[in-house]
């Protein structure tokens, strides 16, 4: 099962007469002055090489989209490069085309005046343009929608069209962001199988293809290589080689075998890292409230003792994107833990899933009391006088490690557990916290 | 073949891209036997009012065969699913013209002057047996599967469709 995904190791591929396309070296990005700057990407280095199909994986917070548009050429690095067949790029790469999670259309103008737009800066003559863009609208199963407007075709077919604005320039390379998770489950599937007949049947003029997801299944699905990053900063946790066999079977356990390893990647560093120098160590996963940690753990039960995060996070409606702070959170009140791409319910999760509500409040207390922010609120409180602090005071403390925004969420986060515990409440109309 | 299905009932609510997604789907699901349709949802995370109208559209089209709350592809919904891109849409086609509604308006457009009516007098005929939202929903779904089989045209800026099939496939039709 393992054997099907092989670390890379830069001799594992026979490179003689094998052109490399891409080389980003050493790339790093940050956003921010220099005193408070947030680091994105950490020292990237990769090379794509023609014929390869690489899918760049990471949860939100990766960096993976600014990767992509790195070696489009649309935002520069803050220091390392990207060489394009050994030349280091300068602005946006002539060879490369990108096509992104929803395709900006001109509502005005046809399917086919759409494509014909993209190729008006090769400045061919309208004949031969028209020509070229009827010939990529047919390969894309379009021929029939020559004339229909954007606002007549639904989203898969709208998102062909983006396909065809893109390949009409005839890339080398093709950037993908995200390309098919804007779309229902139905029109992703017939976009992707009609991707997959283009790349394999070598339909296409491009070389290789760069796609980025934050789906773990579609990536084994589609590409022959995973290159796995981590989350704040981005950097590159894994290089796979995807050797399973085309069209590829999800419900064969090589397949398996080789999106659980992934997830267990993934999983292993979702560890909250945050803002590693902020006064208050450890987050709270954001934004996760206690129902959806009690909606996880009743889940669990009548299963085993373990569940594939995978199978979960499908039965529970969710996104494994979604479900791992949720686990995340279990984790830290320990009523479950991940491990190996499973997520394991603990014996004290059991008893909660079981209990009623006023015995879950009991359990969980003293286990939110463990929990730095929650326990940190809990003492200003307890020694602050009728027991009562305006909201500000702990925003000010938590806007030294977080964003604004981020800094409401985990005080939002800390007073959802801390009411559920009824280890203190808040008042809406004075916008304090307080212990009754 | 005869056609079983009343041309007074509505097209579903099922674009083409969304029946051949399914169709892939059932063609990955179905390797050992027909799948309960209730299981099928919960697999796609569609609801069943989603799922519905699109196995419909695939059986109308004769794609599908629905039976006891289960579901199984027929030959040539399994043929259509392994199909690449440009067969798919002379299969389509094939099927298309089979389903009755369809016939119904490939040979009122086969009567008219140039093979194209506007869209108001096509909705008008619909709505002889359909409510005007039916009738409005089913114009779309015609003129998107239409398109695809390379049958019908629609011109949005003069609300024209018309036939584009060659003339002895109009003829076919003609004989309904």
């Keep these: 099962m393992e054997g099907a995904v092989t670390v890379r190791e830069q001799a594992t591929r026979p490179s003689t007469g094998v052109a490399t396309l891409v080389e980003v070296r050493g790339v790093s990005k940050y956003y921010g002055k220099p005193e408070g700057r947030i680091l994105v990407l950490d020292d990237i280095n990769f090379s794509i090489r023609e014929g390869e199909f690489v899918a760049l994986l990471g949860q939100t917070g990766s960096g993976k989209s600014t990767l992509l548009r790195i070696v489009m050429g649309l935002t520069p690095p803050s220091s390392g490069e990207v060489l394009y067949r050994g030349e280091p790029l300068q602005g946006v790469n002539p060879h490369a085309a990108i096509v992104f999670q929803s395709f900006a259309l001109y509502p005005w103008f046809t399917a086919l005046e759409n494509v014909e737009l993209a190729l008006k800066p090769k400045g061919l003559p309208p004949e031969e343009r028209r020509r070229k863009a009827e010939a990529i609208l047919d390969m894309v199963g379009l021929d029939g929608f020559e004339d229909a407007y954007p606002r007549e075709l639904s989203g898969g077919m709208r998102q062909k069209v983006g396909f065809a604005r893109a390949l009409a320039v005839e890339p080398e390379i093709l950037l993908m962001d995200e390309p098919f998770s804007a779309l229902d489950v139905l029109s992703a599937e017939t976009l992707r199988g009609e991707l997959m007949e283009l790349w394999l049947g070598k339909k296409l003029p491009i070389k290789a293809m760069l796609m980025v997801t934050h789906n773990i299944e579609e990536a084994v699905l589609l590409a022959d290589r995973a290159i796995v990053l981590s989350r704040n900063p981005g950097r590159v946790i894994g290089d796979f080689l995807i050797q399973l066999p085309y069209p590829r079977d999800r419900n064969s356990r090589a397949f398996n075998g080789v999106v659980d390893r992934i997830y267990r990647l993934i999983t292993r560093v979702v560890a909250p890292t945050a803002v590693p120098e902020a006064e208050l160590a450890s987050p709270l996963p954001s934004g996760v409230h206690i129902d959806e940690i009690a909606g996880l753990?009743?889940?669990?039960?009548?299963r085993e003792e373990k569940e594939d995060?995978?199978?979960?996070?499908?039965?529970?409606?969710?996104?494994?994107?979604?479900?791992?702070?949720?686990?995340?959170?279990?984790?830290?009140?320990?009523?479950?833990r991940v491990e190996r791409g499973d997520f394991i319910l603990d014996p004290l999760g059991r008893e909660f899933a079981e209990a009623d509500v006023l015995r879950r409040k009991e359990l969980l207390r003293p286990k939110a009391l463990e929990v730095p922010l929650v326990h940190r609120i809990y003492t200003v409180l307890q020694s602050a006088k009728d027991k009562r602090m305006p909201e500000e005071f702990f925003l000010d403390i938590l806007r030294k490690g977080f964003s604004e925004r981020e800094a409401r969420v985990q005080l939002e986060t800390a007073i959802d557990w801390g009411r559920y515990t009824e280890l203190f409440s808040y008042d809406h109309d004075s916008r304090e916290l307080y212990i009754e | 073949?005869?056609?079983?299905?009343?041309?007074?009932?509505?097209?579903?609510?099922?674009?083409?891209?969304?029946?051949?997604?399914?169709?892939?789907?059932?063609?990955?699901?179905?390797?050992?036997?027909?799948?309960?349709?209730?299981?099928?949802?919960?697999?796609?995370l569609l609801s069943i009012d989603d799922l519905l109208p699109i196995l419909e559209g695939a059986r109308l089209l004769r794609f599908v065969d629905v039976r006891d709350g289960d579901v199984n592809l027929t030959d040539v919904g399994r043929e259509m699913a392994r199909a690449d891109i440009l067969e798919r849409k002379q299969i389509f086609r094939k099927q298309a013209v089979q389903v009755a509604l369809v016939r119904e308006v490939m040979g009122l457009l086969a009567r008219q002057p140039d093979h194209t009516m506007s869209r108001d007098r096509l909705l008008e005929w619909l709505e002889t047996s359909l409510s005007e939202l039916w009738a409005a929903r089913t114009f779309d779904i015609l003129v998107d599967w239409g398109r695809y089989a390379e049958i019908l045209g629609y011109n949005a800026r003069t609300h024209e469709l018309h036939l584009t099939v060659a003339s002895s496939e109009s003829k076919v039709t003609n004989e309904v």
């Design chain 2, 1 to 44: 073949m005869a056609s079983i299905i009343d041309a007074d009932v509505p097209l579903p609510n099922a674009r083409v891209e969304h029946i051949i997604g399914l169709l892939e789907v059932l063609d990955e699901e179905t390797a050992q036997g027909q799948v309960d349709i209730f299981r099928l949802g919960q697999r796609l």
């Design chain 1, 297 to 302: 753990t009743e889940q669990m039960l009548g």
């Design chain 1, 309 to 336: 995060l995978y199978r979960l996070a499908a039965d529970l409606h969710m996104e494994v994107d979604e479900l791992l702070p949720v686990t995340a959170a279990a984790e830290m009140l320990g009523l479950g």
